[in-house]
């Protein structure tokens, strides 16, 4: 593996699909899920490969890759960032990561 680059494994990865987090923020706390969807990819049991803390490629988990980290939870992808919670997160919790304010999401 490249020096630098970092491989690591989630049970849930989110690419957000949006520049507006308001606009997901606000879909996301609805009652009301239609259109949800559009703004956010989920793939679970995804391997996410940074350099230097950019995202730089991701893929789904087919097997035992070496040198890579589990940390289980959610990955959160968003303008070529990750972010890391431990715990696996619905779209209406993921919205708030943004927030800075929940005390359990990290940048990777």
């Not at 989110?14 to 507006?20: A, E, G, H, Q, V």
């Not at 730089?56 to 990955?75: A, K, R, S």
């Amino acid at each position: 593996m490249e020096e630098g680059l970092r491989r690591i494994a989630a049970s849930k990865v989110y690419i957000l699909n949006t520049n507006n987090l308001r606009d997901f923020t606000e879909k996301a706390f609805s009652s009301n899920e239609e259109g949800i969807s559009t703004l956010y990819t989920v793939h679970t049991n995804h391997v996410v490969e940074l350099y230097e803390h950019r995202v730089v490629n991701h893929y789904p988990l087919e097997g035992e890759l070496p040198m890579t980290e589990w940390l289980g939870g959610t990955i959160i992808i968003h303008h070529g960032e990750a972010f890391h919670s431990r715990l696996v997160l619905s779209p209406a919790e993921l919205s708030t990561y943004n927030s800075g304010s929940n005390g359990y999401i990290e940048r990777l």
